[in-house]
């Protein structure tokens, strides 16, 4: 059984940051060959990409979120970290992570920005 949970949410002020954490596990899911997302829904709103980091490394970002946000990886311990900073209120959303092109999601952490 695959797992991803996040951690990480909270409740900040506009201008603060925060570190989102994903935790994967499970036999049938091999972290460090897989490219992972972190995605974001607000209320009433289509979930959507917010930054990506491939096997390798490489990052793709939102343009909303550039420069602000960073996404990594530790391969060692399967874990896909965001780094957000300059959080804003319209970052208020619950945040998801995914094994990119898998079925496999968490179950979301919540983020709040107050203005």
């Known amino acids: 059984q695959v797992q991803l949970v996040e951690s990480g949410g909270d409740l900040v002020q506009s201008g603060g940051s925060l570190r989102l954490s994903c935790s994967a596990s499970g036999n049938r899911f091999s972290f460090r060959r897989n490219a992972m997302g972190w995605y974001r829904q607000a209320p009433g709103k289509q979930r959507e990409l917010v930054a990506g980091?491939?096997?390798?490394?490489?990052?793709n970002y939102a343009d909303s979120v550039k420069g602000r946000f960073t996404i990594s990886r530790d391969n060692a311990r399967n874990t896909v970290y965001l780094q957000m900073n300059s959080l804003k209120p319209e970052d208020t959303a619950v945040y998801y992570c995914n094994g990119v092109g898998t079925a496999y999601w968490g179950q979301g952490t919540q983020v709040t920005v107050s203005s």
């Open positions: 980091i491939s096997s390798s490394g490489a990052t």
